[in-house]
Nanobody
Framework: QVQLVESGGGSVQAGGSLRLACTAF????????MGWYRQAPGKQRELVAM???????NYADSAKGRFTISRDNTQKTSYLQMNSLKPEDTAVYYC?????????????????WGQGTQVTVSS
């Protein structure tokens, strides 16, 4: 069984910084893409940032220049460094991983999600 554990959310004033972390636990063969999504009240969940196994990154326009995603493959952990935070960044942030596990006859990839961590930015 695979579990994603997030940490690092909290409350901060506009202009401040937070660093989120997400670690994958379980009987994992390989962690492929890792990413962060967020969902604000009344809105759909949206991609914030994604990083591949070769460290190719993709950011939402709202995150470019302010957020940085990184990963530590030995620790099966991704990080989201968020700087210059704005009130509109307030949301629940969800960790995402595309994880390969060993099935009965082959390796199987599945999507996994963290439990979500609240980020609140006050003006």
């Amino acid at each position: 069984q695979v579990q994603l554990v997030e940490s690092g959310g909290g409350s901060v004033q506009a202009g401040g910084s937070l660093r989120l972390a997400c670690t994958a636990f379980g009987n994992i063969f390989r962690v492929d893409d890792m990413g962060w999504y967020r969902q604000a009240p009344g809105k759909q969940r949206e991609l914030v940032a994604m990083i591949s196994t070769t460290n190719n990154t993709n950011y939402a326009d709202s995150a470019k220049g302010r957020f940085t995603i990184s990963r530590d493959n030995t620790q099966k952990t991704s990080y989201l460094q968020m700087n210059s935070l704005k009130p509109e960044d307030t949301a629940v942030y969800y960790c995402y991983c595309d994880i390969a596990i060993v099935g009965f006859t082959r390796v199987v990839n599945s999507d996994y999600w963290g439990q979500g961590t609240q980020v609140t930015v006050s003006s």
